[in-house]
């Protein structure tokens, strides 16, 4: 180290480009947590099935179960896709691609109320499943966009109540998921809005906030708080309403409070394993509001919990330094997120939520 510090004055005294210098600083200290983006990359692209990928691979017994999550699976898909933009690897975009043609047969359009959804679990059509086909298109160019893209907005559209909740399952009165699904399609319409500015999304996000902010206030609880920070995010970029961004504030708050024992913005406590992920993905935004907003004494804690959370993340990654016991070298396994020291399964879902952490908080300039 330092022979290599005393050759960097060296360069320096010589007058040597400081861009250069950093560039070459860069490839002999790569930034860890970009190593980490591109392992979780890496791993999807290792644990492709004929179809599209694998939703379990178990390094242990060097298995893939034979279980699907069809909902999770989408969302991984959109997480591939923002992968493809932000290591601009065309890789990515073809297995993006594989994907959509994976599920493109299970669409359905209703032509009777216009709209479209996707039939891969008939007794169980969820509202989720449009968001996360919306936010894979939008990123993706995919014939039909346009028309897929419209019909499939519209079946979230049509899924609104005029109290401005969300019905969770398209053809039926079945509750469930309100914690995720509502808060997934609100944040396909905001990004869609972004897109193309159809206010019609732009109403339906509005419609849905003093719903939602009365059932947070009556059911708090840490899974809502990411995809509906996520979405309300975007509406505050949209229309600077003082209620998202006080709702968005009072959500992550409660969640850093429920990581903080002692009642203090640092050493928080992330014992539940890859969770953790979802979460930090909502405290990005919220972290960037706050910034926005000058409210430094929430940003510092919001960036503290996204620093200590981030760290812990890459603990739970398998890579030659950090195999879990596992000695011999597995391909399948490198670069995928275990759920705990505990369970060190590896699934879709996971990888999913961890590299969109982390590209989160790289793109914030936090890492």
């Given at each position: ?26 490839l ?62 065309s ?9 959509l ?69 398209f ?13 997934e399609?609100?944040?396909?319409l ?17 419609k ?14 840490t ?35 429920q990581?903080?024992?002692k ?7 992330f014992?539940?394993?890859i969770?953790?992920?979802?979460y930090?993905?909502?405290?990005n ?45 597995d ?23 961890a590299?969109?952490a ?10």
């Amino acid at each position: 180290m330092a022979k290599l510090l005393k050759f960097v004055r060296y360069l320096l005294s010589m007058g040597i480009i400081i861009g250069i210098l950093v560039v070459s600083l860069t490839l002999v200290f790569p930034n860890k947590y970009l190593q980490a983006v591109k392992q979780g990359g890496e791993w999807f692209l290792n644990n492709q099935d004929s179809q599209f990928i694998y939703y379990q691979y178990n390094p242990a017994t060097k298995e893939y179960p034979a279980k699907h999550q069809e909902l999770r699976e989408l969302a991984a898909l959109w997480s591939i896709t923002e992968l493809n933009k932000f290591l601009k690897d065309s890789d990515y975009q073809v297995l993006a691609q594989k994907g959509l043609k994976y599920f493109e047969p299970f669409f359905v359009y209703d032509q009777n109320n216009d709209f479209s959804y996707l039939n891969i679990t008939p007794s169980q059509i969820k509202l989720g499943y449009n968001a996360f086909i919306i936010l894979s298109l939008l990123n993706t160019d995919y014939p039909k966009e346009e028309f897929y893209l419209e019909k499939f907005a519209n079946g979230l559209l049509f899924q609104q109540e005029d109290s401005g909740q969300f019905k969770t399952f398209f053809y039926q009165d079945q509750s469930g998921g309100e914690d995720y699904y509502p808060g997934e399609a609100l944040l396909a319409l905001m990004t869609l809005y972004e897109q193309g500015a159809d206010q019609r999304y732009l109403n339906a996000v509005e419609k849905a906030l003093p719903y939602y902010r009365n059932y947070w206030k009556e059911n708090p609880n840490t899974a809502f708080v990411s995809w509906q920070s996520q979405a309300y995010f975007k509406f505050y970029q949209a229309t600077k309403s003082e209620l998202a961004k006080d709702f968005i504030f009072n959500m992550n708050d409660y969640l850093l409070e429920q990581h903080a024992p002692k009642d203090e913005c640092k050493n928080f406590n992330f014992s539940q394993g890859i969770v953790n992920a979802v979460y930090i993905e909502g405290i990005n935004k919220a972290y960037e509001l706050a910034k926005q907003a000058n409210n430094y004494k929430r940003a510092n804690c919001y960036r503290q919990f996204i620093k200590e959370g981030v760290a812990y993340l890459l603990t739970l990654q398998f890579t030659p330094q950090n195999s879990f016991g596992i000695t011999e070298f597995d391909p399948r396994a490198m670069g995928g997120f275990i759920g705990s020291p505990q369970d060190t399964l590896m699934q879709v879902d996971r990888n999913q939520h961890a590299v969109m952490a982390l590209m989160g908080a790289l793109e914030l300039g936090i890492l």
